[in-house]
Structure formats: C-alpha cells, structure tokens
C-alpha cells in the first residue's frame, strides 16, 4: 500500500494541472465548511439537542455527533481529546 504524504503527486498529463488546481481549492473550502459544521454539531449538543436530531439533521451518525461534540468541547476547553477516537469522520458516515 502507498504512503499518503500532504505533496500531491506530479501530474504527468498537460491538463492535470487545472484539474488539480480545482479539487485543491474544493477541498479546502469543502474543509473550512466542514470545520464550521462540526462547531455546530457541538453547539447544538451543548444546547440539550439529542444526537438523534443532530444525525437526522447532518451526514454524521449519532456515534459520529457524540465523537465530534466531544472533541470539539476539549478542544475549546484545553484538554486533549481522547486519542482512542478518530479524529475525522469517514467518508462514508452516515
């Protein structure tokens, strides 16, 4: 299996650049809206919201709510997060 690393790979074809311009840009606004969702998911959770609302209400299952609520408050707070759980959903969470 490959090694991911943070460097896209060169692209060898001449229209690969564009493309790959564009999914770079996709990603990270895609990133900063998901950042912005989690903040909500754990705001709504410091409300009383129940994670079955939450998950009615966004692509996360409950597990996914609780583990995001949780992470989101320790880190606002200071503490560390539990480094048992993942820290990113995936991509097939639902």
């Known amino acids: 299996m490959p090694v991911m690393t943070n460097q896209p790979p060169k692209s060898t074809e001449p229209g690969?650049?564009?493309?790959?311009?564009?999914?770079?840009?996709?990603?990270?606004?895609?990133?900063?809206?998901?950042?912005?969702?989690?903040?909500?998911?754990?705001?709504?959770?410091?409300?009383?919201?129940?994670?079955?609302l939450i998950s009615e209400h966004t692509p996360y299952s409950r597990e996914w709510v609780r583990r995001i609520a949780?992470?989101?408050?320790?880190?606002r707070s200071g503490k560390p997060a539990d480094s048992s759980a993942p820290s990113e959903p995936a991509d097939d969470a639902s």
């Open 70 to 75: 949780t992470r989101i408050m320790e880190e």
């Open 16 to 52: 690969h650049k564009a493309w790959l311009k564009k999914l770079d840009r996709a990603t990270a606004a895609h990133e900063k809206t998901r950042q912005a969702l989690d903040g909500l998911v754990a705001d709504a959770r410091g409300a009383g919201v129940s994670l079955t």
